[in-house]
């Protein structure tokens, strides 16, 4: 099996719906409420392929969850408001694991203005699991799916990218606020979170879109952790950018002028940054500093 494949099959099977606006193959869906349009969301962590007990503390594990959802709504450029969390158990799990675990929901939830409202909990013979289903709203503002990137585009991308797995990937901040403020003040034509890698992610815009990309090697902004994770993998820091997962930065498209006249406000508390350019011939390529162009195979993490 292979996730891109298995959301294909969904997508072709699932039954059209006049209340639903965007379906199965964005970061959220888009429905039609009686107040307007609204967003949804839901994601899983699995013990084991999201998380290492042994590495991951529960108040922590407890602010992942969460912020991972809330991540897909700012994908949408729209606001987070509430949230559904449901967590399987281990028959094991002592009180105060699932208490701090509980604390580390509620917090993170509450910093970014949104309310648990319920759930389920459950328990038995396998893995911790958890799940958090996150409701939006528009506030009036269009949601931005990835399926607008248009041939001129400019590609940008907020924050620095790779070595997550060095502690980020814990601590990261969904760019809720920045997302909203894009979106209300910029013409966004796509946009997607980083969170199975920066090739991979950025494939999604571009099949959704039916365009291609080209990518400038100097202009994708390396975090120091790619740099130290480079020196254990053997792999270049630029590859742990291209391909290293949750990094939940916002990767988003929009037309050249837009892009200037936002790298020239520089409004936002993360900088963003212009790393290539949307093109009609499809495929993803990447242009090294001879400007010399190689096509790339879109890499990252897939879950089947």
């Known amino acids: ?6 959301i294909k099959y969904l997508r072709a099977v699932q039954k059209p719906s006049k209340g639903v606006l965007k379906g199965i ?30 590495d991951t503390g529960p108040w922590e594990l407890g602010r992942k969850a969460v912020a991972a959802s809330l991540s897909d709504i700012a994908a949408m450029g729209c606001r987070a408001t509430t949230a559904l969390v449901s967590v399987a158990f281990p028959r094991s799990t002592p009180m105060r694991f699932a208490k701090q675990l509980a604390r580390g929901i509620n917090d993170t939830a509450a910093k970014y203005g949104v309310t648990v ?24 503002l269009r949601p931005v799916l990835r399926s607008g990137a248009r041939p001129g585009d400019a590609i940008m991308v907020t924050g620095e990218l790779g070595g997550s797995i060095l502690g980020r ?9 920045e997302a909203v403020y894009l979106n209300r003040n910029f013409r966004l034509h796509s946009m997607i979170d980083i969170s199975d890698g920066l090739s991979l992610d950025l494939g999604h815009i571009l099949e959704d879109s039916g365009v ?14 790619a740099y130290r994770l480079a020196r254990r993998t053997g792999k270049t820091p630029l590859r742990h950018a291209l391909s290293d997962g949750e990094d939940y930065e916002l990767l988003f498209t929009l037309s050249k002028p837009q892009a200037e006249m936002l ?25 090294d500093t001879y400007g010399k162009l190689r096509r790339m195979r879109p890499e990252g993490y897939e879950h089947l």
Do not use: W
Request: net charge positive; aromatic share 6%.
């Open 117 to 140: 409202v319920g759930g389920n909990t459950a328990s038995g013979r396998g893995p911790l699991f958890i799940t958090v289903t996150v409701l939006g709203d528009t506030d009036g």
């Open 1 to 6: 099996m292979r996730e891109s494949l298995y």
């Open 263 to 287: 790298l020239k406000k520089n409004p936002l508390k993360v900088p963003a940054t212009m790393i290539g350019r949307i093109r009609k011939e499809k495929g993803l390529f990447l242009k």
């Open 169 to 177: 990937h814990l601590r990261f901040e969904p760019r809720l606020e």
């Open 212 to 225: 291609g990309a080209v990518l400038y090697e100097e202009q994708i902004p390396i975090s120091r952790a």
């Open 25 to 54: 193959g964005d970061d959220a869906a888009v429905v039609r409420g009686p107040k307007g349009l609204c967003v949804l969301t839901t994601d899983a962590l699995l013990e084991g392929t999201h998380f290492r007990l042994r």
